[in-house]
Structures are given as C-alpha cells and as structure tokens.
C-alpha cells in the first residue's frame, strides 16, 4: 500500500546510517530508490526496515522453492523481522504479524491471523531464524522480542 510504502522510506531516510551500521552488506541507497516506484517489487531486507517501522516482528513462512525474492534474507525465504533499532521493550504487549507465501499463480502473501473459537486451539509455530542477527544488541535473542501468549483475536 502506499502508506505502508510511505513508513517503509520515511524510516528509512531518517534513519540510513544506523542501517548502514547494523546491515552494511545491505544495498540500502539503491533499495529507497526502488521504492519510489510502487511497480517494484519490495526486497525480502525491506521486511526489516518495515518491522522497524511499525515496531512490531514480522515472520515470513515460506519455503525457498516456491519463493521468487529479487533477493533471499541471510536465512533463506523464511525469516523473522525484529524491529531491533527500537529494542525488544517496543514489542511488549504486541503479537508478532505473521505471513505466508499463497502461492506463485497469485504471487502474492496473505497474513495469518490467530482467531480463538470453542473447541479449537491456537497453533503454535516455530519462528523461523532471525534475519539481520548483527542488530541484536548484546545478549538479545528473538525471543526477547517474539511474546505468543497475548489474547488472540475474536471473530
């Protein structure tokens, strides 16, 4: 969307050397000029600029064959996001956002959102490995950021 889009470079432009710092392999310049154009397609690195935007993890589930990134995060199609440049108290009280690969004839993600009904359990599933693991600060892990047990949503 083009607020989403918006958030993505504004965080981005104010906050350039710090990403320069944490992810420096990264090709950050050449990806906000991408970005411009909303016909791009996004980088799966935006993801972690987008987690630090909102504030919040994203987890991507999606198995490398089927997924057709401009480029791959350091782990593969599936990653976690965390919004490390705010550090893991801005995720307290928040559930991650989770998202899945659909599928390639309609090249696009859905989200996963937990819903409690009467007789159903929620699901818990594995994150799978944190993308941009330089920008943990010392003695962090994901699961300082990941909080599962938050009340899920009502349909």
Sequence with gaps: SGYLRQLYQNELISNMDWYNEKA??????????SSMNPLNYMFASDIFVIANAIKRPIILYA?????????????????????????????????????????????????????????????????PTTAFQASLGPGQTDRDYLHWNLAPVNP
């Design 24 to 33: 420096p392999t990264e090709q950050w310049q050449m990806q906000l000029e």
């Design 63 to 127: 198995p490398d064959s089927v997924v057709e990134f401009e480029e791959r995060a350091e782990n593969g199609a599936a990653s976690t996001y965390l919004p490390t440049r705010h550090g893991p108290e801005c995720c307290r009280n928040k559930r991650p956002i989770t998202i899945s690969w659909n599928s390639a004839s309609l090249n696009h993600f859905v989200p996963i959102v937990p819903t409690k009904k009467e007789g159903l359990e929620f699901i818990r599933w594995e994150a």
